[in-house]
């Protein structure tokens, strides 16, 4: 079946340094769905994109659409310590029913000062 | 609106016992999901329903597990009987356009 992977499952970073998470996925995708979950708690949603090469930004969030519509990322700049927990991408896959989502594998976050 | 509301936050219970998940949607979202979180197998669906009608059981692990949607409002997810291995934080989520919002989850204990 479809699969999406993220990387890097884990990344460490100090204060004011970047993050980038990858997400690839083996098909093409109608759209992806980018979500935060917070240590302890519950996933998030923070964006959704359609377009082909599609950039949006949140503040310091930065997230990208492949041209092939097959790839996403997501880009903190300068990370705080409140940007610490897992992200995720989504996208909908098997059955082709829009409302249905895939979760990636999930990046997690570690932000030290 | 407050959200999607789960019910209990936390569960504790004996194998072979009997677990029922609640979820109440957000008022007007016609879609339902229930997930099922642990630190293997990562953030899993396995049931989702689209105007109260499941549409898609696949990732149900087995038998054990069933989910109802009397309404519009009302959600349940039901173990029976539980195992260890069930152990997990379960998800309900609603959308209505595609964006997905999550409830606080129901942390599972099997014992």
Redesign the interface.
Known sequence: GQQVMQIPQYQHVQEGEDFTTYCNSSTTLSNIQWYKQRPGGHPVFLIQLVKSGEVKKQKRLTFQFGEAKKNSSLHITATQTTDVGTYFCAGPWGSGTASKLTFGTGTRLQVTL | DAGVIQSPRHEVTEMGQEVTLRCKPISGHN?L?WYRQTMMR??E?LI?F?NNVP??DSGMPEDRFSAKMPNASFSTLKIQPSEPRDSAVY?C?S?LA????????TRLTVV
């Open positions: 879609s999901f990562g953030l669906l989702y689209n549409i898609d998800f989520a959308s595609g964006r997905q919002v999550f409830g606080s989850g």
